[in-house]
Nanobody, 115 residues
Protein backbone atom coordinates (compact mmCIF):
# COMPACT_ATOMS: atom_id res chain seq x y z
CA UNK A 1 0.00 0.00 0.00
CA UNK A 2 1.25 3.47 -0.87
CA UNK A 3 0.96 6.35 1.58
CA UNK A 4 0.15 9.78 0.18
CA UNK A 5 0.73 13.07 2.01
CA UNK A 6 -0.67 16.32 0.64
CA UNK A 7 0.64 19.76 1.52
CA UNK A 8 0.50 23.32 0.28
CA UNK A 9 -3.10 24.26 0.99
CA UNK A 10 -4.08 27.51 2.60
CA UNK A 11 -6.10 30.69 2.38
CA UNK A 12 -5.73 32.92 -0.67
CA UNK A 13 -7.64 35.76 -2.28
CA UNK A 14 -9.50 35.30 -5.53
CA UNK A 15 -7.08 35.54 -8.42
CA UNK A 16 -4.21 34.18 -6.38
CA UNK A 17 -2.19 31.00 -6.76
CA UNK A 18 -1.27 27.93 -4.75
CA UNK A 19 0.88 24.89 -5.45
CA UNK A 20 -0.18 21.62 -3.87
CA UNK A 21 2.22 18.72 -3.39
CA UNK A 22 1.53 15.01 -2.96
CA UNK A 23 4.46 12.99 -1.64
CA UNK A 24 4.20 9.23 -2.15
CA UNK A 25 5.91 6.59 -0.01
CA UNK A 26 6.99 4.54 -3.00
CA UNK A 27 7.93 5.09 -6.62
CA UNK A 28 5.16 6.72 -8.61
CA UNK A 29 6.62 5.36 -11.83
CA UNK A 30 4.84 2.05 -11.18
CA UNK A 31 1.46 3.69 -10.52
CA UNK A 32 -0.92 3.78 -13.47
CA UNK A 33 -2.24 7.25 -12.68
CA UNK A 34 -1.96 9.93 -10.04
CA UNK A 35 -4.67 12.47 -9.57
CA UNK A 36 -6.13 15.31 -7.60
CA UNK A 37 -9.75 15.35 -6.47
CA UNK A 38 -11.63 17.87 -4.39
CA UNK A 39 -14.68 17.93 -2.18
CA UNK A 40 -16.57 21.04 -1.14
CA UNK A 41 -19.09 21.08 1.72
CA UNK A 42 -22.34 19.42 0.70
CA UNK A 43 -20.95 18.23 -2.63
CA UNK A 44 -19.56 14.97 -3.96
CA UNK A 45 -15.87 14.46 -4.44
CA UNK A 46 -14.95 15.39 -8.00
CA UNK A 47 -11.98 14.85 -10.25
CA UNK A 48 -9.73 17.86 -10.75
CA UNK A 49 -6.80 16.49 -12.75
CA UNK A 50 -4.97 13.24 -13.48
CA UNK A 51 -1.58 12.33 -14.87
CA UNK A 52 -0.54 8.87 -16.06
CA UNK A 53 2.83 7.16 -15.81
CA UNK A 54 3.28 8.20 -19.43
CA UNK A 55 2.60 11.85 -18.49
CA UNK A 56 -0.69 12.22 -20.30
CA UNK A 57 -3.01 14.59 -18.44
CA UNK A 58 -6.72 15.16 -18.03
CA UNK A 59 -8.55 18.09 -16.42
CA UNK A 60 -12.02 18.93 -15.30
CA UNK A 61 -13.57 21.57 -17.53
CA UNK A 62 -13.94 23.90 -14.56
CA UNK A 63 -10.16 24.10 -14.02
CA UNK A 64 -8.84 23.71 -17.55
CA UNK A 65 -6.49 26.54 -18.42
CA UNK A 66 -6.03 27.52 -14.77
CA UNK A 67 -4.62 24.40 -13.10
CA UNK A 68 -1.65 22.28 -14.10
CA UNK A 69 -0.72 18.82 -12.86
CA UNK A 70 2.87 17.62 -13.03
CA UNK A 71 5.03 14.78 -11.75
CA UNK A 72 8.58 14.47 -10.45
CA UNK A 73 9.47 10.77 -10.43
CA UNK A 74 12.82 11.37 -8.72
CA UNK A 75 11.03 12.94 -5.76
CA UNK A 76 8.01 10.59 -5.85
CA UNK A 77 5.86 13.70 -5.88
CA UNK A 78 2.90 14.98 -7.87
CA UNK A 79 2.04 18.68 -7.96
CA UNK A 80 -1.05 20.72 -8.68
CA UNK A 81 -0.34 24.30 -9.68
CA UNK A 82 -3.48 26.36 -9.19
CA UNK A 83 -3.69 29.82 -10.75
CA UNK A 84 -6.47 32.38 -11.07
CA UNK A 85 -8.22 30.84 -8.11
CA UNK A 86 -11.93 31.42 -7.66
CA UNK A 87 -14.10 31.14 -4.53
CA UNK A 88 -15.75 28.08 -6.07
CA UNK A 89 -12.36 26.33 -5.94
CA UNK A 90 -12.69 26.22 -2.15
CA UNK A 91 -12.57 22.57 -1.09
CA UNK A 92 -10.50 19.87 0.51
CA UNK A 93 -8.10 18.60 -2.12
CA UNK A 94 -7.14 14.92 -2.08
CA UNK A 95 -4.29 13.11 -3.78
CA UNK A 96 -5.12 9.77 -5.41
CA UNK A 97 -2.99 6.87 -6.64
CA UNK A 98 -4.69 4.46 -9.00
CA UNK A 99 -3.55 0.94 -9.80
CA UNK A 100 -5.26 -1.59 -12.04
CA UNK A 101 -7.54 -2.95 -9.32
CA UNK A 102 -7.06 -0.62 -6.37
CA UNK A 103 -6.61 3.00 -5.40
CA UNK A 104 -5.36 4.96 -2.41
CA UNK A 105 -6.07 8.40 -0.98
CA UNK A 106 -4.19 10.99 1.00
CA UNK A 107 -5.62 12.80 4.01
CA UNK A 108 -6.47 15.95 2.09
CA UNK A 109 -5.41 19.57 2.32
CA UNK A 110 -7.76 22.53 2.68
CA UNK A 111 -7.84 25.24 0.03
CA UNK A 112 -9.91 28.33 0.80
CA UNK A 113 -10.34 31.15 -1.70
CA UNK A 114 -11.83 34.39 -0.41
CA UNK A 115 -13.86 36.71 -2.62
Amino acid sequence: QVQLVESGGGLVQAGGSLRLSCAASRSISSINAMGWYRQAPGKQRELVATITSGSSTNYADSVKGRFGISRDNAKNTVYLQMNSLKPEDTAVYYCNAKYIVSQYWGQGTQVTVSS
